[in-house]
């Protein structure tokens, strides 16, 4: 199965011992280059939580270089080489299509992702409590899409490729791209989907919230465009 950067980033900081782990995690606070590293970012963090953060920070194709600088770093050479050759995929041309997880026997995979299981547990208190700050419109969703396909190296031409970079803006999983969700939690896109069906059977509603479940449901079908 396809694998993206940030999924073979995080693999492989699993592979890790939990010596070898410290030490990356110091080698990133050791970083002299820009944007810095900052201690609270990586003290007591999971793999999953340090990989988000190496994509936040970098965009995927320069956390992955991030990445191998580290290992070689602290001399873990062939982590540096597996990761290297498990991501060398990612020369071809990204589309915005998501590589959709599989179970052992090549059935679709409907079960979250660890990943997944952790940025909604995260996300439970700001739910329960109201937190989570306005809502954007259409046009600002695709000017931040667009900009994330620049960061990404991409070509913000590709209508599928921008959708793909569209920010969820409700739920468990606010603040991932329409992207992510299908590659970590194909269970709760169809749930979002089926629900979102039902709601505008019985309301119109153009809102920027509606808006957002319109086009992730349109990220679901091929090829979708913004």
Not at 82 to 102: F, H, Q, W, Y
């Amino acid at each position: 199965m396809a694998t993206t950067i940030k999924r073979a980033i995080r693999d492989e900081l699993e592979n890790l011992s939990k010596t070898d782990f410290d030490k990356f995690c110091d080698e990133l606070l050791d970083r002299r280059e820009e944007p810095r590293i900052l201690r609270r970012s990586v003290e007591n963090k999971s793999t999953v939580e340090i990989t988000q953060h190496l994509v936040s920070t970098f965009t995927e194709p320069k956390a992955l270089q991030v990445a191998l600088d580290t290992l070689r770093g602290i001399n873990c050479n062939e982590a540096a080489q597996t990761l290297e050759s498990k991501t060398r995929i990612k020369d071809s041309v990204d589309n915005g299509d998501p590589a959709l997880p599989k179970t052992s026997s090549g059935e679709l995979e409907t079960e979250p992702s660890q990943e997944a299981r952790e940025i909604a547990a995260e996300q439970f208190p700001l739910q329960a409590t109201g937190q989570g700050g306005p809502v954007k419109g259409p046009e600002e969703m695709k000017a931040d899409a667009e900009a994330r396909v620049r960061s990404e190296g991409g070509d913000p031409s590709k209508k599928r490729l921008v959708l793909s970079r569209f920010i969820i803006q409700f739920g468990q999983y606010k603040g991932q791209t329409f992207k992510w969700l299908l590659e970590n939690d194909v269970g709760y896109t169809v749930y979002v989907v089926a629900t979102h069906q039902d709601e505008r059977k019985s309301n119109k509603d153009r809102s920027p919230l509606m808006v957002n479940k319109v086009l992730q449901k349109n990220c679901t079908r091929p090829g979708a465009s913004a």
